[in-house]
């Protein structure tokens, strides 16, 4: 079996995965901004 | 927002970012798996890891407020069902897309995949419940009774079930019957290093659902004053 690679089936395959965790990370890291401000106006 | 919270907040990024990486290019296929299919195990293991961890502390939570009435635990174990279902959800469509894979079949009532069910069908069950009664305090007594029961059945369907059952297609666990890590050293790596993202991300999530709740709660009793 070829080695991985980068640039090969398997990085671009790690590549979609890390920028939807990404685009998870930052919706729930707006939702946490969201909530602080939220407890303070209280 | 404290510098202590954004570094804790980069570091569950950056672990879960790395160990994404590493699944796909840093750690072996297994051996007597067909093709690549063993990387999905760096994300099936710590979702099923995670679903089980959330079961376990909505018993707790329930449990803690059967003594205390405290409201901070049941929205502790209210967040941590609803948590532990969509973790189990994952695990299993991972583990589904899987066994598509090696047995040719999304579906094969396997122990493991007959338990997981169960327990999904157990907890979504307590949802019901809080939602069947009116009263908020028997709701809220009701619902923890429920999930302190769950301290018995989730660990029974999560390690007990599977391995007293007569036949499995399902690999050895990575903690097998021996209590050992039999796993390739950079699997091994990789897969702690998930584990601990998605253990992470399961914290963040929780205390923020937790936070939520208790801010949902002050509204309604703001509008019915």
């Known amino acids: 079996m070829e080695p991985a690679t980068v640039t090969g089936g398997l990085g671009w395959i790690a590549a979609v995965n890390a920028v939807i965790w990404t685009g998870l990370f930052l919706f729930v890291f707006l939702m946490h901004r969201k909530i602080a401000r939220l407890e303070k106006d209280r | ?225």
């Open chain 2, 1 to 225: 927002m404290k510098p202590t919270t954004l570094l804790a907040l980069g570091a569950i990024w950056l672990s879960i970012t790395l160990a994404i990486f590493l699944a796909f290019l840093y750690a072996p296929p297994a051996k007597n798996f067909i093709g690549e299919s063993s990387r999905i195990l760096f994300f099936h293991v710590p979702m099923a890891w995670v679903s089980s961890l959330a079961f376990i502390l909505a018993g707790v939570a329930s449990v803690r407020y059967l003594r205390t009435r405290d409201v901070r635990f049941d929205h502790q174990a209210r967040s941590a069902v609803g948590l532990g279902l969509i973790f189990g959800v994952l695990a299993t469509v991972t583990g589904s897309l899987w066994a598509r894979v090696m047995w040719n079949s999304y579906w094969n009532w396997d122990p493991r995949q007959s338990s997981i069910i169960l327990a999904l069908t157990f907890y979504l069950a307590y949802f019901g419940f809080r939602s069947a009664v009116e009263e908020v305090e028997a709701r809220r007594r009701l619902a923890a009774a429920y999930a302190a029961l769950g301290l018995i059945v989730a660990p029974f369907l999560f390690y007990i079930a599977p391995r007293i059952a007569g036949f499995t297609l399902h690999p050895e666990p990575i903690l097998n019957a021996n209590l050992k890590v039999e796993v390739e050293s950079r699997m091994r790596q990789v897969l702690l290093l998930s584990s601990l993202g998605f253990t992470a991300f399961f914290v963040w999530l929780h205390i923020l659902n937790c936070r939520l709740l208790t801010l949902l709660e002050a509204r309604d009793a703001k509008s019915l004053s």
